[in-house]
């Protein structure tokens, strides 16, 4: 219950840190899987173009394949790419989102407002710092 | 960096040149292929594409050929080699034609917009004889393939019904020279930009077909003394 009611409605802060988190996690997941992709088809293809060897069976066997394959990948792309851009979403909220509350947080404990202990969420990262960050107000 | 660094990196520069031009004027050698030994095939890959031509090399009084028999079939002997062929431009070979496919109609220029098909049908030659222009990508990769047909006028320049990178140059025509032993010889830049309209790039195989598959019926062909990759 008390998860569901600090449950944070938007994905997107205005946070450059979760700008520049998800601009990296979105990279790192396009680059290397469009860098295989690349490799694989290519590699497949033109080893399976060598094998075949005589032009007329490339053009009969390989080509209607590849053809189908393109098709293939051009109506996924924009699928896992809004996929990749959701998790992306989502894996840097999970860490920008707690920066940015603890951040909040804890100005609102040095201007004296608060001495409750900080909540994470659930799945929230930097738990281990929140609670360390909880002992030493709790010491003062 | 300091200097010995330096002077091993620049020793397995130079070596590195030293090899790679080693192995383009190694590749711009001749090649050529005489079949005078029965095991001369070992060299050349077959490639199946429908069924299988019998490709035998036969040797006689010392001195050998290529002879394929088709039935009902396609398959081909491909070699890989590797020049330029803007520097050594000229091919040259020698071929017999015994037995042609039997094609429904005479003139396939005429019905080859009418029906795909139709075309695609007539698509078989005594003989054959690739060169082959590959790129980055397979679908890239562009052929010449010199053939001899019963009817079609010598000179003749055709787009393949498989692809537009392949095209189809009649080097020898008719019936006169049937069963004669013809020599021909090709510029292969001159016959690139005639059917491509620019200059080709490397040639990065040969290959050798008779087929019979289109019009199920049965052809016969010799080839010899093929010769790539030289200055006229």
């Keep these: 219950m008390k998860d569901k009611k600090n449950r944070r409605r938007e994905k997107f802060l205005n946070s450059p840190f979760q700008k520049k988190m998800l601009l990296l996690i979105f990279i790192a997941a396009i680059v290397p899987s469009g860098i295989v992709t690349i490799c694989l088809y290519y590699i497949i293809f033109n080893l399976l173009a060598a094998q075949l060897g005589i032009p007329e069976a490339i053009a009969y066997n390989l080509l209607p394949v590849a053809r189908k394959v393109n098709i293939i990948i051009l109506t996924t792309l924009p699928i896992s790419l809004i996929i990749i851009w959701g998790i992306a979403v989502e894996l840097s909220h999970r860490i920008a989102g707690p920066i940015f509350r603890l951040e909040k947080e804890l100005d609102r404990v040095i201007s004296g407002e608060q001495k409750t202990p900080l909540v994470l969420r659930k799945k929230d990262e930097l738990k281990p710092l929140t609670e360390k960050i909880n002992k030493i107000i709790s010491k003062k | 960096m300091s200097k010995k660094i330096y002077h ?122 690739y060169v082959i222009f590959p ?82 019926s049965t052809a016969e062909a010799s080839y010899d003394e093929i010769k790539v990759g030289y200055k006229k």
């Design chain 2, 8 to 129: 091993i990196l620049s020793l397995l520069l130079l070596t590195l040149l030293t090899a790679s031009c080693c192995t383009v004027f190694a590749d711009q050698e001749p090649k050529t292929f005489p079949f005078s030994e029965t095991s001369a095939l070992e060299e050349w890959e077959e490639k199946i594409f429908k069924g299988k031509v019998l490709y035998v090399v036969k040797v006689e009084k010392r001195d050998g050929y290529l002879s394929a028999y088709s039935q009902n079939s396609a398959s081909g002997i491909f070699y890989r080699l590797k020049f330029d062929p803007k520097e050594t431009p000229m091919i040259s070979w020698k071929w017999k034609v015994l037995k042609f496919p039997e094609k429904k109609s005479k003139n396939i220029i005429d019905e080859k917009y009418d029906s795909k098909q139709s075309w695609l049908e007539k698509d078989d030659y005594a003989a054959r004889l």
């Design chain 2, 135 to 216: 790129k980055i990508s397979f679908n890239l990769t562009k052929s010449l393939e010199y053939v001899w047909d019963a009817s079609l006028p010598k000179g003749t320049i055709l787009t393949s019904p498989y692809s537009e990178n392949i095209k189809i140059i009649v080097a020898e025509s008719g019936k006169k020279y049937f069963k004669k032993w013809i020599y021909e010889e090709r510029n292969i830049v001159d016959d690139y930009e005639k059917a491509f309209g620019r200059a080709p790039g490397e040639v990065g195989a040969i290959a050798i077909m008779t087929d019979t598959d289109n019009t199920t």
